[in-house]
């Protein structure tokens, strides 16, 4: 009897043990899957947001667009402005000006901040399409481009990368609000959006604001392996 007594009191523990002490594979897993989400995976927007500095910003002395050189220069030298290089990038169907080989006269856009589809045509309506830097630049001389040479500030304004093809009026809404401020009206759009300014961001040194890195990690917890965007230089 004694025996059965203590084996039973030995079963009883080890059985208490398994329910309070053994972990459980599901609650590892759970909790490793939020870290992941508020993290963000290894190459990740998300996980380059977090090396960003975070300062407040400075406007002194005041933004002014001349301080980005002349809108829409011929940087890479290929004959054609900047403007006309995104817009046959982006536009699908273009046709362009015969006497030059660059002016776009029309074509078509799927706006990537409302997913319209936009048919432009220059004689019509030029501004029906704009050229948005995704990272204003009057945002990016308040978060330390007012230091950068005239040089970096006119290699910025025209970078590939930073430019997209956009319907008029919402890059007008847009204006030189941070992601604080304005989000593309496309839920769909956001993420890749964010993740663009995040990679620009990161690549030219430039930090955001507290507001701004709140708004960045809200829309990128939601695709938390979404890849940085806008890491490397257009050739």
């Not at 609000?177 to 009206?185: F, M």
Request: overall charge negative; some cysteine; charged content about 20%.
């Amino acid at each position: 009897m004694l025996l059965l007594a203590v084996a039973t009191a030995l079963v009883a523990c080890d059985s208490r043990g398994d329910q309070t002490g053994a972990a459980d594979p599901g609650a590892a897993s759970a909790a490793g899957a939020a870290g992941a989400t508020s993290r963000g995976a290894a190459g990740s927007a998300l996980a380059l947001l977090a090396t960003l500095p975070v300062r407040a910003e400075d406007n002194s002395p005041k933004y002014q667009r001349d301080e980005f050189g002349t809108p829409w220069s011929d940087v890479d030298h290929n004959g054609c402005d900047t403007r006309n290089d995104i817009l046959r990038r982006d536009l699908r169907s273009t046709t362009v000006r015969r006497s030059d080989g660059c002016t776009v006269l029309t074509g078509e856009l799927t706006d990537p901040y409302t997913t319209r589809i936009i048919r432009f045509d220059r004689s019509r309506n030029a501004s029906a399409v704009q050229i948005d830097h995704v990272v204003p630049l009057a945002d990016a001389w308040r978060t330390g481009a007012l230091n950068w040479t005239d040089a970096q500030r006119l290699q910025f304004a025209n970078d590939p990368e930073n430019l997209l093809a956009v319907d008029g009026p919402t890059n007008q809404r847009k204006s030189d609000h941070d992601a604080a401020e304005w989000l593309p009206p496309s839920p769909g759009e956001q993420c890749p959006y964010i993740a663009r300014q995040v990679g620009l961001k990161s690549r030219y040194h430039l930090w955001v604001v507290a507001a701004e890195a709140q708004a960045m990690r809200a829309v990128l917890q939601k695709c938390s392996a979404q890849p940085a965007l806008g890491t490397t230089a257009a050739h």
